[in-house]
């Protein structure tokens, strides 16, 4: 059962803004559930990139200033986004949320309980 639908995901140039959409369904509801987005490079592991909880707010793991990835959500339709901005093409790679119970963020992938189909985001020069 999908838990968790990812979409946005796609090819752009450098320089451009991106938003990936997560949706939840079933038990998966973000007043209670933290949303993490991480993101994997070939060979690579995942890595934390942001997460956003109801108690916690918004935490970056990358690019921390001036911020180019935020995270944001709506809990009326129980979607988290990542906005991206001023892609560069290193930051090519596949991007996952992923949900975990209760009210703050982590950044280990192992932490997390639920996870997105992943999307590919291939940004060019």
């Known amino acids: 059962q999908v838990r968790l639908v990812e979409s946005g995901g796609g090819s752009v140039q450098s320089g451009d803004s991106l938003t990936l959409s997560c949706t939840a369904f079933d038990d998966i509801d973000l007043n209670h559930w933290a949303i993490g987005w991480f993101r994997q490079f070939p060979g690579k592991e995942r890595e934390a990139v942001s997460c956003i909880a109801t108690v916690e707010g918004t935490s970056k793991y990358v690019d921390k200033e001036p911020g180019r990835f935020t995270s944001t959500r709506d809990v009326a339709n129980n979607t988290a986004y990542l906005q991206m901005k001023s892609l560069i093409p290193e930051d090519t790679a596949t991007y996952y949320c992923?949900?975990?119970?209760?009210?703050?963020?982590?950044?280990?992938?192992?932490?997390?309980?639920?996870w997105g189909q992943g999307l590919q985001v291939t940004v060019s020069s």
């Open positions: 992923a949900a975990r119970r209760g009210y703050v963020c982590a950044k280990y992938v192992s932490q997390y309980d639920v």
